[in-house]
């Protein structure tokens, strides 16, 4: 079963221009990742953010979480051709052992 | 890069045979988790291994086991593999005692094709 949804499923934008992307979740979570997968190949960790905070950042990446209502935003700043690629949240299911997963926000960026 | 290491890339297996996918973790790491992810849709968790042992189990039938070896390396075998087994079959390494509470470090994956 999944956990996460993200929204929009598909998001087109031009170079420069900012992206943002949300995660709804279900449960309660200790933590919360956005990883970033190219062409349905590996993941690649982004950031990750605990339940006791609210909002972080890393480069043009800054995340948001907001507990009383489930959700998380990724924004991209200033995007680039290279941000293309689908984009995963993903929530521990309060044993800690595994990842629950959206199925992604799907990003292209036209030059 | 990840160091993290799966093998083959890609495979294709006729329906009813078995199949066996490799891991080598990251340096470091003692933890092994193994997803499966459909074409389109998100990750969803097989398996982990902590120091050898099965730590936790997601919604998959007996047919899907896996080992983890002393160098933590971790292997995933498929017995009598059905169509529905198509997919991205993902290793991920981590730290600690099963608890993923810091980030995954992902293979680059084994696309599976069942015929």
């Known amino acids: 079963s999944q956990q996460g949804e993200e929204d929009p499923q598909a998001l087109s934008i031009q170079e420069g221009e900012n992206a943002t992307m949300n995660c709804s979740y279900k449960t309660s979570i200790n933590n919360l990742q956005w990883y970033r997968q190219n062409s349905g190949r590996g993941l690649v960790h982004l950031i990750l953010i605990r339940s006791n905070e609210r909002e972080k950042h890393s480069g043009r990446l800054r995340v948001t979480l907001d507990t009383s209502k489930k959700s998380s935003s990724l924004l991209i700043t200033a995007s680039r051709a290279a941000d293309t690629a689908s984009y995963f949240c993903a929530t521990d299911d309060g044993s800690n052992y595994q990842l629950i997963w959206g199925a992604g926000t799907k990003l292209i960026i036209k030059p | 890069e990840t160091g993290v290491t799966q093998s083959p890339t890609h495979l294709i297996k006729t329906r009813g045979q078995q199949v066996t996918l490799r891991c080598s973790s990251q340096?470091?790491?003692?933890?092994v988790s193994w997803y499966q992810q459909a074409l389109g849709q998100g990750p969803q968790f097989i398996f982990q291994?902590?120091?050898?042992?099965e730590n936790g189990r997601g919604n998959f039938p007996p047919r899907f086991s896996g080992l983890q070896f002393p160098n933590y390396s971790s292997e995933l075998n498929v017995n009598a593999l059905e169509l529905d087994d198509s997919a991205l079959y993902l290793c991920?390494?981590?730290w600690g005692p099963g608890r993923m509470n810091t980030e995954a470090f992902f293979g680059q994956g084994t696309r599976l094709t069942v015929v």
């Open positions: 991920a390494s981590s």
């Open positions: 291994y902590y120091r050898e042992e």
């Open positions: 340096s470091g790491h003692n933890t």
